[in-house]
């Protein structure tokens, strides 16, 4: 087995290969993709799957790249129409070797965003991780502030996706979020990037506010900041980034001209 952590600095992006067997999956893969493809080749596996845990505001995400390159399929959650890949629900299960997936719902932070839960099946069906995407960080919860119009709503379901379906994993899950210190899709995320489930309960300050309507007061008077290239990643993350081997090349400082 392999699980490794891919981090993109500057963004705090975090994504993730992990495999089995001959085979692995990529979780929320950045565009220069190789990476993946390098691992993989190392452990003799083959990606054949690919998942988005929601439609990333910050980065153009690296799906369609890595899928043109591997031949993996894509999946997403069902709550928002996409132009590439296909859908996957609560209760859909994926294999990797001897690793078993299974999706969660995971609402708040945007209405499709999917959580992975890990197990092993030769260690019996106890969670050994998840992949919370912007559902849960590690000291932080993710922002709700992308629908506006419907702040206590959107609250609200992170508050059932966390309570209700993340923390129930039990306290010995290692969580695997998308991001890390310093990204902007939450306030205050601690430096280290490894937790569990257990560990969020007992310190993350957010899930202080345990109670529902509190939590969500909490949420709706946050503040965050939008900035405009948001809009540009969020049409590239639904309708399918411009293929990366198709930009123009910026040129070397090395070349001369003339």
């Known amino acids: 087995m392999i699980l490794e952590k891919i981090k993109s600095d500057g963004l ?27 691992i993989a080749a190392h452990e003799g596996m083959r990606i054949t799957h690919i998942f988005e845990t929601h439609r990333n505001e910050d980065f153009a995400i690296g799906s369609l790249d890595l899928a043109r390159l591997s031949g993996a ?15 996957t629900r609560e209760g859909d299960t994926f294999d990797v070797g001897d690793l078993h997936l299974s999706i969660l719902e995971t609402p708040g932070h945007t209405l499709e965003s999917i959580s992975l839960v890990l197990t092993d099946r030769n260690a ?43 923390l129930p ?31 969020e309960r007992q310190h993350n300050p957010v899930l202080k506010n345990s109670d529902r309507e509190s939590f969500i007061d909490y949420k709706v008077a946050e503040h965050h900041d939008q900035p405009a290239y948001f809009r540009l990643m969020e049409k ?23």
């Open 169 to 199: 994993l039990g306290d010995q899950a290692i969580i695997y979020p998308a991001h890390g210190a310093g990204s902007v899709c939450g306030d205050s995320m601690a430096s280290r990037e490894f937790s569990t489930i257990g560990h």
């Open 236 to 258: 590239y993350n639904q309708e399918g980034t411009p293929p990366l081997g198709e930009l123009p090349r910026p040129l070397s400082a090395d070349t001369r001209a003339g």
């Open 73 to 87: 399929v894509i999946h997403h959650g069902a709550a928002m129409t996409f132009a590439y890949g296909e859908s």
């Open 124 to 166: 019996g069906d106890t969670p050994v991780g998840v992949f919370t995407g912007d559902a849960l960080f590690v000291g932080d919860v993710g922002r709700t502030d992308f629908y506006p119009d419907r702040a206590r709503e959107v609250a609200g379901m992170l508050y059932d996706s966390i309570f209700n379906k993340l």
């Open 12 to 38: 705090a992006h975090l994504s993730y290969i992990l495999g089995d067997g001959d085979e692995a999956i990529v979780i929320d893969p950045r565009r220069d993709c190789e990476v993946y493809l390098d």
